[in-house]
């Protein structure tokens, strides 16, 4: 048992933590969550002796086995397998003195070290570690590879896996679905439901926590607290807690407003769809959670696209690989407004080979892509960030990309970010992964995209990020296409599943929970997914199903933009109304000097009341005929 007692923690002047309690328990799995900066980071640092605490005390870590996960990977000559297996520091070596031995023909004391080497259960070491490797995506003949020769994103990996061959009684791993595709971070999440030992884990994803984790350790406002479960547990239990603090009641209710008001306008539109259906559940559930971040610093909206062509874009018997490697043939499928669809697909299956070829930033061998006349893609992958300018701000990113708009434009578009003060005009050079991430983000948002192409978005974006994200691409009408190992995010955006498999894309039929069942079950050697349509080439080409829906959507268009130039008034009014009842509220306006001010605020209270009423009234009439229209 690791006990915490009246912890405070610094880095630098920067008080992190104070009189911060925790008990963790022998073989409990836990996660560690909190907002960039707070100290999760530190407190890893903490535990691994690297970073003291400044009062308090820790009990029960003498005598304990850590292993933790390292975030940078040194270059090496190494092969992959060799480096993962010296994360077993008494099997590497012993590996390494018996070579010796055996070198200079000293058989007797290599005789004892081989002994010694069985009781330390090395002589599986290598089928371990080779274990680790494949089920962490690499392939067989990559194994012996030199370190040197793998990308970022696969260093993470073989640090991960480095991590997990070490024998440890606590484990500590630091966001390690980071880089990872949903297959392999199923694989990971099984592993770690197995381990026996501690697991304090820092993760961004909430699904993945839900499913490892029965404490979540949060760090807030300079406090340690414990919520029993997971991030969905978590989320509740402090709505609960939020919604008894006054402080912050106002802000509370205009969130959860404003998600009631998209649920109310959604749910007459969702009756007959099971997709939209679902959506609705997931829209009610985070309504019911919205309260536990109504501290976020993040907010910010997807801009309505302008004028569309439908469909938006079609790809015809597309042929798309690299050099001599042909990676996918024979696809054709289109894109329509609305359209809202999640890829699935093993790692190396082709993913991300086929966004480039919707994006048309990877020539086709063979077939035809044609854009409609109003195509505006936003595409966002993490090839991004490398070649974001470190030189340059966040502001001078955005003003590169629309030279004429307005600074204080920019400025509060960038704060919803969280790009606030100074820190909008500084140079990125110095911002962290997740700061660059959402700076790449920005950028999509802010071209007015009218289909989103999104490959892997939440890498280093933290849980409040994620829940922006969710709850932005939640109200954007334009078409999706999404590639998220982030189960939540594709459950809460997505209403079609597209499978990348065996050179070919197809819809797939099942749902998230069905693919990670094939994946985590019926994937044993079997190359086929169940519930998968026949035929590639009718993804997204039913005729008479597009046709029936474009006539639905221009039936609505117009009751649709009548209906948000209404909400914009209505918003306009309730911010006027707040400034009067917020001046009405000032005790010093009933003195007898300002009685005339206070009768002009009255009669301007009065007005204003009146034109809501009347156009809360335009807007109800105005949704009744979308609902009409959309029979």
């Known amino acids: 048992m690791i006990i915490l007692e009246d912890i405070a923690l610094r880095r630098g002047p920067k008080l992190l933590l104070k009189q911060g309690s925790a008990t963790l328990q022998p073989g409990q799995k836990l996660a560690l969550i909190g907002a960039n900066g707070t100290g999760k980071s530190s407190f890893f640092a903490m535990l691994l002796g690297e970073l003291s605490a400044d009062s308090g005390h820790i009990r029960g870590m003498t005598g304990l086995r850590i292993a933790h996960m390292a975030q940078e990977l040194e270059a090496s000559q190494e092969t992959a397998i060799n480096f993962v297996i010296a994360g077993d520091d008494d099997v590497f070596g012993l590996l390494r003195d018996i070579a010796a031995a055996e070198k200079h023909e000293n058989f007797e004391r290599a005789a004892e070290l081989h002994q010694a080497l069985d009781g330390v259960d090395g002589y599986s070491a290598e089928r371990r570690a080779e274990q680790l490797l494949l089920g962490l995506g690499f392939k067989r003949v990559e194994l012996h590879s030199a370190v040197n020769d793998f990308s970022g994103g696969w260093r993470v990996r073989l640090n991960l896996a480095r991590a997990l061959m070490t024998p440890s009684d606590i484990l500590l791993l630091d966001e390690p679905t980071n880089h990872l595709d949903l297959d392999t971070m199923l694989w990971l999440q099984e592993w770690l439901r197995r381990y026996d030992g501690t697991l304090l884990m820092i993760s961004h994803d909430r699904d993945f926590i839900d499913a490892v984790c029965e404490r979540t350790l949060s760090l807030e406002q300079q406090q340690l607290v414990t919520y029993r479960g997971g991030y969905s547990a978590y989320e509740l239990q402090r709505a609960e807690r939020m919604a008894q603090q006054q402080a912050e009641f106002a802000r509370q209710q205009r969130e959860v407003a404003h998600i009631e008001d998209f649920v109310r306008r959604f749910r007459a539109k969702a009756t007959k769809a099971k997709q939209a259906q679902s959506r609705l559940k997931a829209l009610e559930r985070m309504e019911a959670v919205a309260p536990a971040h109504v501290d976020s610093p993040f907010s910010f909206q997807f801009p309505e696209p302008g004028k569309v062509s439908d469909p938006l874009l079609t790809i015809d018997n597309l042929v798309l690989g690299y050099d001599d490697t042909e990676i996918l043939k024979g696809v054709s499928v289109s894109l329509h407004p609305g359209d809202r669809i999640g890829l699935l697909g093993k790692n190396g299956a082709g993913k991300s080979t086929f966004l480039k070829g919707l994006t048309g930033a990877l020539t086709p061998r063979a077939g035809n892509r044609v854009p409609g006349a109003h195509l505006r893609i936003g595409y966002f992958d993490q090839q ?219 009669k301007e209270e009065g007005a204003v009341k009146a034109e809501i009423a009347i156009l809360e009234d335009t807007w109800v009439e105005q949704q009744e005929a979308i609902d009409n229209a959309g029979e």
Do not use: C
Request: overall charge negative; glycine content about 6%; proline content about 3%.
């Open 384 to 602: 991004q960030l490398e070649v974001l300018d470190l030189d340059a701000s966040p502001l001078l990113h955005l003003q590169r990309l629309t030279p004429t708009s307005r600074e204080q434009t920019i400025l509060d578009f960038l704060g919803g970010f969280n790009f606030k003060g100074d820190q909008a005009k500084e140079a990125i050079r110095l911002f962290s992964g997740g700061e660059k991430a959402r700076l790449a983000l920005a950028m999509v948002v802010w071209q007015d995209p009218n289909v989103l192409i999104l490959d892997e978005p939440t890498n280093h974006l933290d849980l409040d990020m994620r829940h922006a994200l969710a709850m932005a691409l939640q109200g954007y009408t334009g078409a999706i296409v999404l590639v998220s190992h982030d189960r939540h995010l594709m459950r809460h955006v997505v209403e079609t599943l597209w499978l990348v498999q065996g050179g070919s894309v197809s819809e797939y039929s099942g749902d998230l929970a069905a693919y990670e069942h094939w994946v985590m079950v019926g994937d044993k050697g079997a190359d086929e997914a169940p519930q998968i349509t026949p035929s590639a080439g009718a993804v997204g080409n039913g005729k008479v199903q597009r046709q029936s829906n474009a006539e639905r959507r221009a039936r609505l268009r117009p009751l649709q933009t009548a209906l948000q130039k209404t909400e914009k008034a209505l918003e306009v009014l309730q911010q006027t109304l707040a400034k009067l009842q917020a001046e009405l509220a000032d005790s010093a306006l009933y003195e007898a000097e300002r009685r005339e001010r206070l009768s002009e605020i009255v």
